[in-house]
């Protein structure tokens, strides 16, 4: 996308000489220009027809559901579902931002509803993994984002690795996509062990509690009461794999291969949340396709914008960017795959050297 504004000029505002001011003041300059331009107001009705959309979609595919079981073409509809699914996720995330409406509680009540009565993911767990993330996204002991699951993404937690584990590691790259297939299971098995924790504080518990088992347990009744034992298997593994390849592929080209802050370092908030985030060169299609994460940059910025306002803030903050010499990154969808995969191929095979080696450092413009 051009950063040319002749349609509709930006106004920078300048908080010292020559554009230059203070890093405390930078981000307030922008956000000044972002509010004035009315982009911070809620879209109800964006979001509203989404969902009806959505709905609709869903309505739709257990039509399907009933008209194709006991038929292999069933597959066809649990692929469907794991697509659906997946835009509740995201319109999940939205409420959970406070992007649908101006009250608080409203958007976290419809955020429970509709990540564990209709996701199946606990509501807590996420608000709690999500912030930590977006309050220092890529940031070492802080963002849960880069802390070592199957996938190992801090070049130092490869010290010592030996066997098995060594020989994955080097290979993680290309493991990764294939690897996402287990998410869904994944984000789901989180979620009951978030809730039944009972060491652990969790917000509204025995109400995640009883969501989570409606809608899973009933999700698994209907699936094993109307399709052969077989073939509900495969119904479920092909629903929760497309689930999770999706979650992970929209959510992964965000900040693999970014520069990594060291644990204390000192960043402005723009420059931290600049530096460690990569938006994907879109238009429309993509902004419905990833839920508004392709504007990476402009949501950690900005996390209460409504996903339609995201493309006309992504003009201002890529001229602002330039007229205080930050990097901004936009990279096409493949692209940034690419750079995932290599990213951590590099981080796996640093089990052979240096582990401390911090590329790209250099660029965010931190402090020890």
Known sequence: MSSS?????????????????????DFASLLRTVREAGLLRRSKRFYITTFAVITLAMAGAWVGFAMLAGTWYILLIAAAMGIIFTQYAFLTHELAHRQVFQSSKLN???????????????????????????????TVDKDPDIETDFIIFQKEKTVGLKGITKFMAKRQGYLFFPALLLEGFNLHSHAFQEVF????????????????LVRNIGYLAI?????????????????????????????????????ILPKGSKVDF???QVLTSRNIRSGHFMNHFMGGLNYQIEHHLFPTMPRPHLRRAQEMVKEYCK??????????LFTSYGIVIRHLNEVGLSADGDPFDCPAAGRTGYSG
């Not at 924790?197 to 989570?212: A, Q």
């Not at 052969?228 to 390849?245: D, W």
Request: net charge positive; aromatic share 12%.
């Open 5 to 25: 504004l002749s349609a509709d000029p930006v106004r920078v505002i300048k908080t010292g000489p020559r554009g230059v001011g203070s890093q405390m003041s």
């Open 108 to 138: 976290d009540t419809l955020g429970r509803l509709m990540s564990d009565l209709v996701v199946g993911i606990s509501y807590a767990w996420w608000m709690n993994k999500h912030s930590r993330h977006h309050a220092n996204p890529n």
């Open 197 to 212: 924790n009972f060491k652990k504080k969790v917000d509204k518990r025995w109400l995640e509690i009883t969501l989570l």
């Open 223 to 259: 699936v094993f009461s109307f399709l052969p034992l077989g073939m509900a298997f495969a119904f479920l593994g092909v629903q929760m794999g497309i689930f999770g390849l999706y979650m992970g592929a929209s959510f992964a080209p965000n900040h693999k291969g970014m520069p």
């Open 270 to 272: 723009l420059r931290r």
């Open 323 to 332: 007229t205080k010499d930050i990097k901004y990154t936009e990279v096409g």
